[in-house]
């Protein structure tokens, strides 16, 4: 079965600091029509889950610009650029390119 | 905007049938390229994509919960549901109703509702 590990499970971080998240495939998320099916998406307490990006890279409608996401194949990384005191939460990475979808462990950001 | 609204009862027997419905507004659940479905998050675990249903009625369900998952749809009320049935503890988790724009990249996100099982 395909796995998602995420690292860190929990982030420290100052305000105004980047912050690193990594999500790592067990197989190749390239799928047979040549793009990759990796999206990131944020819980805050007391809000909707919202997604983030979406094929890796591309940052969904209304989503600050501090928010990055890179990689490919295995390896992927979510970058907050100059985390903001409403980036606190719970970042999760998914993959849709294997049936069926699954999720990343999850990682706690605490300001 | 587009908005989803779980409801159901928050506490339910083991042994018993958890239902759900979600309140669509903002698009019509008969909206073709898309995906109407549910992913639970459990106490500790990694959240897991249940089931979804698509804009032909038909329905796809993760293997673990086949034979215990329903998912449906009411066109005139624009609401999907969600069954599942012989529910333990370990079924006890937020349960989101969700928007899918293919390949599981989710889109939106009810806000979700807490339901424990116990006795």
């Known amino acids: 079965d395909l796995v998602l590990t995420q690292s860190p499970l929990s982030l420290p971080v100052t305000l105004g600091q980047p912050a690193s998240i990594s999500c790592r495939s067990s197989q190749s998320l390239v799928y047979s029509d040549g793009n990759t099916y990796l999206v990131w998406f944020q819980l805050r307490p007391g809000r909707s889950p919202r997604r983030l990006l979406y094929q890796v890279s591309n940052r969904d409608s209304g989503v600050p610009d501090r928010f990055s996401g890179s990689g490919s194949d295995t390896d992927f990384t979510l970058t907050i650029n100059r985390v903001e005191a409403d980036d606190a939460g719970i970042y999760y990475c998914m993959q849709g390119t294997h049936w069926p979808g699954t999720f990343g462990q999850g990682t706690r950001v605490e300001i | 905007q587009l908005q989803l609204q779980e409801s159901g009862p928050g506490l339910v027997k083991p042994s018993e049938t958890l239902s759900l419905s979600c309140s669509v507004s903002?698009?019509?659940?008969?909206?073709?390229?898309?995906?109407w479905g549910w992913v639970r998050r459990s106490p500790g675990k990694t959240p897991e994509w249940m089931g979804s249903?698509?804009?032909?009625?038909?329905?796809h369900y993760i293997p673990s919960l086949r034979g215990r998952i329903n998912v449906s749809r009411d066109l005139s009320k624009n609401k999907i549901s969600l069954k599942l049935s012989s529910v333990t503890a370990a079924d006890t988790a937020e349960y989101f109703c969700?928007?899918?724009?293919?390949?599981?990249?989710?889109?939106?996100w009810g806000q979700g509702i807490l339901v424990t099982v116990s006795s």
């Open positions: 969700v928007r899918d724009s293919g390949h599981f990249a989710i889109d939106f």
């Open positions: 249903i698509d804009s032909g009625g038909g329905t």
């Open positions: 903002g698009a019509s659940v008969n909206s073709l390229y898309y995906y």
